[in-house]
């Protein structure tokens, strides 16, 4: 079983920046991937960014791509999502999630809900224009 409590979220004005954090706390589970997904009122979750734990190998959806970026640090058991240059439409509930995938499938779906089976209660992200 593994726990996951994200953090970090806020409210930013278009333009600036904010590090959500997901501190993981396992028991006897071990994950190989980790995500980022986000939620908007009315619109399906969305992958934002996806990890490999092993080697940190990292994804990203193309409306965040060059602005956000995913990190782990295994020593701390944190996953991060640095989020810069945010934009109106980046305002949404956000969760990380852990999963254990194959490592050959996993960059056709790191974006795809059902890759992972852990999720956070969510934080929420709101940037005003």
């Known amino acids: 079983q593994v726990q996951l409590v994200e953090s970090g979220g806020g409210s930013v004005q278009a333009g600036g920046s904010l590090r959500l954090s997901c501190a993981v706390s396992?028991?006897?589970?071990?994950?190989?991937?980790m995500g980022w997904f986000r939620q908007a009122p009315g619109k399906e979750r969305e992958g934002v960014a996806g990890?490999?734990?092993?080697?940190?190998?990292?994804y990203y959806a193309d409306s965040v791509k060059g602005r956000f970026t995913i990190s782990q640090d295994n020593a701390k058991n944190t996953l991060y999502l640095q989020m810069n240059s945010l934009k109106p439409e980046d305002t949404a509930m956000y969760y990380c999630?852990?999963?254990?995938?194959?490592?050959?499938?996993?960059?056709?779906?790191?974006?795809?809900?059902?890759?992972?089976?852990?999720w956070g209660q969510g934080t929420q992200v709101t940037v005003s224009s």
């Open positions: 999630a852990a999963g254990r995938y194959n490592r050959l499938s996993f960059g056709g779906t790191w974006y795809v809900p059902s890759t992972y089976n852990n």
């Open positions: 396992s028991y006897g589970y071990y994950s190989t991937c």
């Open positions: 990890i490999w734990n092993s080697g940190g190998i990292t």
